[in-house]
């Protein structure tokens, strides 16, 4: 896994044009059964992805965090929502919740989520490649390619099921 993650930057940004080019044309020539396709590339992917062995998402970037993730998440520390906030979060340039720092406060040194039975609906949803209207995040899956090897191998399986 380490020597994969020592790759995934250099082989995202080299995959990175023909990778924008093929979400251009998505955009343009969506098939009609894009969601299913995409369910069953997420579903095959993360059978044999172990995310426990990478983190690299938790490593390098942080959530946003939603009003109902901060008042969830505060519920089981027993504290109020802006305790929570004061504590751990600051806005970011787009006015979002977000950690004050990377990797995750809440990452162990075993990869495991201290938060996970009520992490963020981002973090939840992650790489977010089983998402509904999928063609309207090709953006973020771009930028996902770059973080997460299982999102990276998604894009490559559907280049490769779905030619445009």
């Known amino acids: 896994m380490k020597q994969i993650l020592n790759n995934l930057n250099k082989l995202a940004k080299d995959k990175h044009i023909e ?4 979400f251009d044309k998505l955009k343009k020539k969506q098939p009609k059964n894009l969601d ?4 069953d590339l997420h579903d095959a992917e993360f059978k044999k992805t ?4 990478c983190a690299n998402c938790c ?3 942080g959530p946003l965090f939603t009003l ?3 008042e969830r998440i505060a519920k089981s520390f027993r504290q109020k929502p802006q305790q929570f906030i004061d ?5 970011d340039e787009d006015k979002d919740y977000v950690l004050k720092s990377v990797p995750c406060t809440f990452l162990d040194s075993e990869n495991y989520c201290m938060i996970y ?6 973090c939840r949803e992650f790489p977010h490649t089983d998402r509904k209207k999928f063609h309207q995040i090709s953006d973020l899956t771009l930028k996902n390619v770059a973080i997460c090897p299982a999102a ?7 280049k490769k099921k779905m030619p445009l």
């Open 36 to 39: 299913y396709i995409m369910q």
């Open 87 to 91: 504590q751990y979060l600051r806005i």
């Open 59 to 61: 490593k390098t970037t």
């Open 152 to 158: 990276y191998n998604i894009v490559e399986e559907m």
């Open 19 to 22: 990778n924008k080019k093929y």
């Open 50 to 53: 172990d995310c426990l062995q």
């Open 117 to 122: 039975d009520v992490r963020p609906k981002a």
């Open 68 to 70: 109902a993730d901060i």
